[in-house]
């Protein structure tokens, strides 16, 4: 069965500076596709970014990109030249291959950036 | 970009009575999900749907049912509501790219809060 971890609680950096957060995941299936979402405070969810397991270059979106690395089965998301409006609640989640139903997501890490 | 809209926002029920959460998608997606969201469990998903006609139980099914009469709207049904249901729903369609489900990004709803008294 698959299962997503997010360790860490809460964050919180000085606006203009960089972020990174964690995710580790548990698979049994060599393909799987990872993902990671935002919470805003308003409640709205939406998606970031994703990464495919087969491919070997790390996802990127804008100042958004991913550290994927394999053998350690970790996700890492790297928000770079923070603002104000990236304070937030981040979700990443996973869905297997062959897997019929809906994401499995980590417990989230809310994101706090400060002026 | 996708639209995804659920009603109520907001919904007050009493122990033992029905309610019906809806969802209504404008994109013409294939697959629509509800999931729920509480405080140290994050999002777990209740049902979920490959079209028009199919329901599918996902991974905390029990005291829910759903149906999707057509490809637009889905709806998430308490028969008898019960305070641990007590929650926030939200309803997402996927948006597949090629691959087939699995590689699918989620557009979702805004959300209800369902109060159970």
């Known amino acids: 069965a698959q299962k997503v971890t997010q360790t860490q609680t809460s964050i919180s950096v000085v606006e203009k500076t960089t972020v990174t957060m964690d995710c580790v995941y548990e698979?049994?299936?060599?393909?799987?596709?990872l993902f990671w979402y935002k919470q805003t405070a308003s409640g709205e969810i939406v998606f970031l970014i994703r990464?495919?397991?087969?491919?070997?270059e790390n996802a990127t979106v804008g100042h958004y990109s991913l550290n994927f690395q394999k053998p350690k089965s970790s996700i890492g998301l790297i928000i770079t030249a923070t603002q104000i409006e990236d304070s937030a609640v981040y979700f990443c989640?996973?869905?297997?291959?062959?897997?019929?139903?809906?994401?499995?997501f980590g417990l989230g890490t809310r994101v706090s950036v400060f002026p | 970009e996708a639209a995804v809209t659920q009603s109520p926002r907001n919904k007050v029920a009493v122990t033992g009575g029905k309610v019906t959460l809806s969802c209504n998608q404008t994109?013409?997606?294939?697959?629509m999900y509800w999931y729920r969201q509480d405080t140290g469990h994050g999002l777990r998903l209740i049902h979920y749907?490959?079209?028009?006609?199919?329901?599918e139980k996902g991974d905390i099914p029990d005291g829910y049912k759903a149906s999707r009469p057509s490809q637009e709207n889905f709806s998430l049904i308490l028969e008898l509501a019960t305070p641990s249901q007590t929650s926030v729903y939200f309803c997402?369609?996927?948006?597949?790219?090629?691959?087939?489900?699995?590689?699918?990004?989620?557009?979702f709803g805004h959300g209800t809060k369902l109060s159970v008294l």
């Open positions: 997402a369609s996927g948006d597949v790219s090629g691959q087939g489900v699995s590689n699918e990004r989620l557009f």
């Open positions: 698979t049994r299936d060599s393909s799987y596709f």
């Open positions: 990464q495919d397991s087969y491919k070997k």
């Open positions: 989640a996973m869905r297997e291959y062959n897997y019929a139903q809906g994401l499995t």
């Open positions: 994109n013409n997606h294939n697959n």
């Open positions: 749907s490959y079209g028009a006609g199919s329901t």
